[in-house]
Every structure is written in structure tokens, then in C-alpha cells.
């Protein structure tokens, strides 16, 4: 049965860090493309970050380049979202996802498998 779990998430400062982990189970995760995604209350769910399978090409939404950095542990068949630097308005719910074949990896619907998403608020 393939899953992924989101977890790591809570409250955090601005200006702190938080590493989100994404576990995934029934599959090998460094196989697929893995995407992070967010969706804040009264918005649309918004790609974040993606890892490819092919030669772990990262990519990045231009409001997290730079300070999120995205990452594979295969051994443990985890991907990570490690947030740097976090604004209140990354505040949102975070989900992984994977998709047997991206050809945009920030379009929502290239993705086959979802976790269930992980809390983060960045508040002072």
C-alpha cells in the first residue's frame, strides 16, 4: 500500500527553521518525482518545491528560492523540506505527494499519491 507522512511541522519564528519530513511506504521514493505543496486558509494549494527521480533536479517556487531547500534520503526513503528563514505567510498546511510522471511539477494534478498534510505557522 503506498503512503507518504508528512511530519516536522509546527510553530515556528520568523527567521527560524523547521525541517519537514516526508515518509513514504510501498514504494521507492527516489523512483518518483516528489512535490511539496502548501495551502494556506482561503487559498489555493500552491507547489512548493519538487524533487525529480531522474537526477534529483531540484525546483522552487520563486517565494521559497533560497530559503527552503528540498532533499532525498534514499536509505531512509524520506524526502525533506528544509525551511530557512520562514515568513508568516509561508503559514500553511504542507503536503508531499508523488507522481509516477511530472511534466509540470508545480500542477497539482501530475501527482498520484498525497500525504495528509502538515501544519506550519510562522508567527512571532
Known amino acids: 500500500q503506498v503512503q507518504l507522512v508528512e511530519s516536522g511541522g509546527g510553530w515556528v519564528q520568523p527567521g527560524g527553521s523547521l525541517r519537514l519530513s516526508c515518509a513514504a511506504s510501498?514504494?521507492?521514493?527516489?523512483?518518483?518525482?516528489i512535490g511539496w505543496f502548501r495551502q494556506a486558509p482561503g487559498k489555493e494549494l500552491e507547489g512548493v518545491s519538487c524533487?525529480?527521480?531522474?537526477?534529483?533536479?531540484?525546483y522552487y517556487a520563486y517565494s521559497v528560492k533560497g530559503r527552503f531547500t528540498i532533499s532525498r534520503d534514499n536509505a531512509m526513503n524520506t524526502v525533506y523540506l528544509q525551511m530557512n528563514s520562514p515568513k508568516p505567510e509561508d503559514t500553511a498546511v504542507y503536503y508531499c505527494?508523488?507522481?509516477?510522471?511530472?511534466?509540470?511539477?508545480?500542477?497539482?494534478?501530475?501527482?498520484?499519491?498525497w500525504g495528509q498534510g502538515s501544519q506550519v505557522t510562522v508567527s512571532s
Open positions: 524533487i525529480s527521480s531522474y537526477d534529483d533536479s531540484t
Open positions: 505527494a508523488a507522481g509516477l510522471v511530472v511534466a509540470g511539477w508545480g500542477d497539482d494534478s501530475w501527482y498520484d499519491y
Open positions: 510501498g514504494f521507492t521514493a527516489e523512483h518518483y518525482p
